[in-house]
């Protein structure tokens, strides 16, 4: 038996709702807001502008607004993402919700569970050892390797630690791209 992979995996993980957010509610200090229906706020003042994502607590349901722009020149926002942020695309709405600099300005974090799937092919060749797998994530869930590749091999976690081979950190949360080679068992 080659020590190199005899079939290559594609695995995709893939959004299956908008997350929720990590958010303090003023009213009632829960921790779980959502985009609701996903809508902008848009406001303008002269030739410049504010637009804001407007956000539902779970809990209570009162609405909070996290600023998307403020005070920004008309001539600055592409015409296509301000016409989506006029008529509130749910798609502009989801990339703009899982953008990393919205949320550390508007210091929240998203919550995924739940809110993600992985498509892996139905069938595998059985005597195919090593198997090469491609991961690639379609929106950035932060998922732990060891429990993707074990919920995906259907092997427990340890066995996961066990028969994986590549250069990603098994343990440490991740949402980028990676590849990994699983041994044949024994």
Do not use: Q
């Amino acid at each position: 038996m080659s020590s190199s992979p005899h079939v290559v995996l594609p695995w995709f993980v893939r959004r299956t709702r908008v997350p929720l957010l990590s958010l303090r509610c003023v009213d009632c200090r829960s921790e779980s807001a959502t985009t609701g229906d996903g809508r902008f706020r848009v406001n303008a003042n002269g030739k410049l502008l504010d637009v804001w994502l407007l956000v539902r607590c779970v809990s209570c349901d009162r609405t909070s607004k996290l600023t998307v722009h403020e005070r920004a020149p008309v001539s600055s926002l592409d015409p296509a993402t301000l016409h989506g942020y006029h008529v509130n695309d749910p798609v502009l709405v989801a990339v703009t919700l899982v953008d990393p600099a919205l949320a550390r300005r508007g210091r929240f974090t998203l919550d995924w569970t739940g809110a993600w799937r992985l498509d892996t092919p139905t069938e595998r060749p059985a005597e195919a050892w090593p198997l090469r797998v491609e991961v690639t994530f379609e929106d950035p869930v932060p998922v732990r390797p060891d429990r993707l590749i074990a919920h995906g091999l259907g092997l427990s976690r340890h066995e996961v630690l066990r028969r994986v081979k590549g250069d990603v950190s098994l343990r440490r949360p991740r949402s980028t791209d990676f590849t990994f080679t699983v041994l044949a068992e024994g």
